[in-house]
T-cell receptor, first 112, second 114 residues
Framework: AQSVAQPEDQVNVAEGNPLTVKCTYS??????LFWYVQYPNRGLQFLLK??????LVKGSYGFEAEFNKSQTSFHLKKPSALVSDSALYFC??????????FGAGTRLFVKA | DAGVIQSPRHEVTEMGQEVTLRCKPI?????LFWYRQTMMRGLELLIY????????DSGMPEDRFSAKMPNASFSTLKIQPSEPRDSAVYFC????????????FGPGTRLTVT
């Protein structure tokens, strides 16, 4: 069965420091992987995707993610965190179809 | 582009009442998804449509839930009768068929059933 795991409920980082939000996946076949962000009282916003090609993908707001097939991971990263990055982040996957599975979410707090 | 529009933004109702949530997808998108978000269960896909036709409703929790898409610009999710455990945030999302993984979410409807 397809699943996505986000092992951390919360990540705390100081402004200006690099941030990483972790995600691991379990899918049969080639995974399509995504990151979404949710700000308070808002819907989810698409950040970036991995379909094929380069393992390092770049997305909106300076975020990037690294696909690692051997570790079945797709961690979200940003070199320098901003207070405005504080939000709920969701990792998601599907196998190219239309049924996307979302992780439980990781709350990111960036302290000034 | 106005994005995905949902109404109402907040709904408070008593147990046993009928609740109707509404969604207007982004113009030109041919896929529409309904999700439910709770603290306990996270984000769950309830049902999705392609070209107004329901494709997979396996996530609909029970017969009290129903969804329709009478045309390309409007969808409803109905709960009848509502129960307190239905309290959640309900999201509508839409996408193009060739990029169904890139879904655009509405702001959600926060439903409280007392």
């Amino acid at each position: 069965a397809q699943s996505v795991a986000q092992p951390e409920d919360q990540v705390n980082v100081a402004e200006g420091n690099p941030l990483t939000v972790k995600c691991t996946y379990s899918v049969s076949g080639n995974p399509y992987l995504f990151w979404y962000v949710q700000y308070p009282n808002r819907g989810l916003q698409f950040l970036l995707k991995y379909i094929t090609g380069d393992n390092l993908v770049k997305g909106s707001y300076g975020f990037e993610a690294e696909f690692n097939k051997s570790q079945t991971s797709f961690h979200l990263k940003k070199p320098s965190a901003l207070v405005s990055d504080s939000a709920l982040y969701f990792c998601a996957s599907n196998t190219g179809g239309f049924k996307t599975i979302f992780g439980a979410g990781t709350r990111l707090f960036v302290k000034a | 582009d106005a994005g995905v529009i949902q109404s109402p933004r907040h709904e408070v109702t008593e147990m046993g009442q009928e609740v109707t949530l509404r969604c207007k997808p982004i113009s030109g998108h041919d896929y529409l998804f309904w999700y439910r978000q709770t603290m306990m269960r996270g984000l769950e896909l309830l049902i999705y449509f392609n070209n107004n036709v329901p494709i997979d409703d396996s996530g609909m929790p029970e017969d009290r839930f129903s969804a329709k898409m009478p045309n390309a610009s409007f969808s409803t999710l109905k709960i009848q009768p509502s129960e307190p455990r239905d309290s959640a945030v309900y999201f509508c999302a839409s996408s193009f068929s060739d990029r169904a993984y890139e879904q655009y979410f509405g702001p959600g409807t926060r439903l409280t059933v007392t």
